[in-house]
């Protein structure tokens, strides 16, 4: 049986990890690397923590989460698709049960939102994890003057979290934003399509998505 400890400790996945982000970076993306992939399987685990899944399957879900994006060291196109089939014989490698190596995978090829569906729990922690991760952290670029609308959008964003909340009902994204820095409708304007993922992905877990935006709840 495959721990995370031992997907987190491989060198060989540390390395697709870290060129994927290299990629990423050259192509002008916010990180995408070992911190981003980190608090996605963190905040995975946690969910389903939170709503009663076993630690093992919490545990599948981290594994998910910390290998969403290895797709990225291919191309950016198709990269979910990409990662799980890169994941699948990493995974395999290391001695992966072939039910738990086919769940991890389902959530890989269904986190990006431009082709994915939460088809089970696990899928739906890791999308939640990963779209709720917007951040000023995450912004490489160091010119202000010439940050594009994702630069702005995550740098204005100076708190972001995830919670469950009113007895395990509602999945609330709370953001803190800047709106010195960007206005709330550029948050929408490229996190609209994300948020809707967000909300299937809450229905799947049986809640309900809220998103609160300097203490008003939008949605």
Same mark, same amino acid.
């Given at each position: 049986?495959?721990?995370? #400890?031992?997907?987190?400790?491989? +060198?060989?996945?540390?390395?697709?990890?870290?060129?994927? @982000?290299? /990629?990423?970076?050259?192509?002008? %993306?916010?990180?995408?690397?070992?911190?981003?992939? /980190?608090?996605?399987?963190?905040?995975?685990?946690?969910?389903?923590?939170?709503?009663?899944?076993?630690?093992?399957?919490?545990?599948?879900?981290?594994?998910?989460?910390?290998?969403?994006?290895?797709? $990225?060291?291919?191309?950016? *196109?198709?990269?979910?698709?990409?990662?799980?089939?890169?994941?699948?014989?990493?995974? +395999?490698?290391?001695?992966?049960?072939?039910?738990?190596?086919?769940? =991890?995978? /389902?959530? =890989?090829? $269904?986190?990006?939102?431009?082709?994915?569906?939460?088809?089970?729990?696990?899928? *739906?922690?890791?999308?939640?994890?990963?779209?709720? @991760?917007?951040?000023?952290?995450?912004?490489? &670029?160091?010119?202000?003057?010439?940050?594009?609308?994702? @630069?702005?959008?995550?740098?204005?964003?100076?708190?972001?979290?995830?919670?469950?909340?009113?007895?395990?009902?509602?999945?609330?994204?709370?953001?803190?934003?800047?709106? &010195?820095?960007?206005?709330?409708?550029?948050?929408?304007?490229? %996190?609209?399509?994300?948020?809707?993922?967000?909300?299937?992905?809450?229905?799947?877990?049986?809640?309900?998505?809220?998103?609160? #935006?300097?203490?008003?709840?939008?949605?």
């Amino acid at each position: 049986m495959i721990r995370f #400890i031992d997907v987190q400790n491989s +060198e060989k996945i540390r390395t697709y990890i870290q060129k994927a @982000d290299e /990629t990423l970076g050259a192509l002008g %993306f916010t990180d995408h690397g070992l911190g981003h992939v /980190t608090k996605v399987a963190e905040d995975s685990k946690n969910i389903m923590l939170t709503l009663g899944y076993s630690p093992r399957e919490a545990e599948l879900a981290q594994i998910a989460g910390y290998l969403h994006d290895i797709g $990225n060291v291919v191309n950016r *196109a198709a990269h979910a698709q990409t990662g799980a089939l890169l994941a699948f014989r990493l995974l +395999e490698e290391m001695g992966a049960d072939p039910e738990e190596l086919a769940t =991890i995978i /389902t959530a =890989i090829g $269904n986190h990006d939102e431009g082709t994915a569906t939460p088809v089970n729990p696990t899928c *739906a922690a890791v999308i939640l994890a990963d779209k709720s @991760d917007v951040r000023m952290s995450r912004v490489r &670029n160091r010119d202000h003057a010439t940050f594009d609308i994702h @630069d702005r959008v995550n740098y204005a964003v100076k708190e972001s979290g995830l919670d469950i909340c009113e007895n395990n009902t509602v999945m609330n994204l709370k953001l803190t934003i800047d709106t &010195n820095q960007c206005a709330v409708m550029d948050y929408f304007e490229i %996190f609209l399509v994300r948020m809707s993922l967000c909300r299937k992905a809450a229905e799947m877990l049986g809640l309900r998505f809220a998103l609160t #935006i300097n203490g008003q709840q939008l949605l």
